[in-house]
């Protein structure tokens, strides 16, 4: 079996001032999205419209006003909601650790639509352009938590060449590296294929040739939740919720909506002519 190679998650310690691994993560998710759309701009539909590199640095400043606050109010709500209850000065704690994708998508659902009335723009216009920017972001926190030894797998075969001892779980038991799955899954192979999907013509256009928004948002979140439903399946839940119903975890179920807002997403586009 392999061992996590128990990294430092500290960075750089100036003694005064430590710099985390994951918080470079963090730096490197943003970092990544600006660069990626700034070049989605220059590519078709939005090629031919007014968005400048301006426009996707405000776009940024929302996204992550709305990672931050919706994924620990996210964590809050659907893991802790009693905890938190009972400890409300802890909730705003965010370097303790807490948070949740679910709820940073929330978050950034409402930066967008926030964004899109000031600017005066469409919803789907504005999340068709960052939809195929996230995932290399999520790819990067991933690698974090992977860095930090944390979020790890369920137990596997010892005979996986894969399979991981992880000591931060307390036991000598062969896990599933289940970090680098969703590095994998909802991070590089949703990329490409929503980076792809996105560049064709035909995505943006109806049978007539008139403008659909909203496709590519669709299939990022069926995408998302399908490949994060499988993954869970190999995580280990977390010890406070364990399975829920029907042997599904707390990141399952938040999945079944996700796919059903994709579904939903996807048949307003199918319908719309603007």
Wanted: with cysteine.
């Amino acid at each position: 079996m392999l061992v996590h190679p128990q990294f430092n998650p500290i960075a750089l310690d100036l003694g005064f001032f430590q710099i985390h691994w994951y918080g470079l993560t963090y730096l490197a998710a943003f970092g990544l999205f600006y660069l990626l759309a700034t070049r989605r701009i220059r590519q078709a539909p939005y090629a031919a419209g007014s968005w400048t590199p301006r426009d996707v640095e405000d776009l940024l400043f929302f996204g992550v006003v709305g990672v931050i606050v919706g994924g620990r109010l996210g964590y809050v709500l659907f893991y802790k909601p009693m905890y938190y209850l009972q400890n409300l000065a802890e909730i705003p704690a965010v370097w303790k650790g807490g948070m949740a994708f679910h709820g940073g998508l929330l978050g950034v659902i409402v930066a967008m639509l926030l964004f899109a009335k000031l600017r005066g723009r469409r919803v789907f216009e504005v999340t068709d352009l960052i939809a195929p920017c996230v995932p290399t972001g999520l790819a990067c926190g991933r690698l974090g938590n992977f860095i930090n030894g944390e979020l790890w797998g369920r137990a596997a075969d010892p005979s996986l060449p894969w399979a991981m001892v992880f000591p931060q779980s307390e036991s000598l038991l062969a896990r599933h590296p289940s970090q680098l799955y969703q590095f994998l899954l909802e991070g590089l192979t949703l990329f490409v294929l929503l980076w792809f999907y996105a560049r064709r013509p035909a995505t943006h256009q109806d049978a007539q040739g008139r403008r659909v928004w909203g496709r590519v948002s669709g299939w990022f979140l069926i995408g998302y939740g399908s490949f994060r439903f499988i993954a869970e399946t190999f995580r280990e839940p977390d010890a406070f919720l364990g399975l829920l119903a029907l042997g599904m975890s707390m990141g399952q179920w938040l999945c079944v909506p996700m796919v059903a807002g994709g579904v939903l997403v996807l048949w307003l586009a199918k319908r719309s002519t603007r």
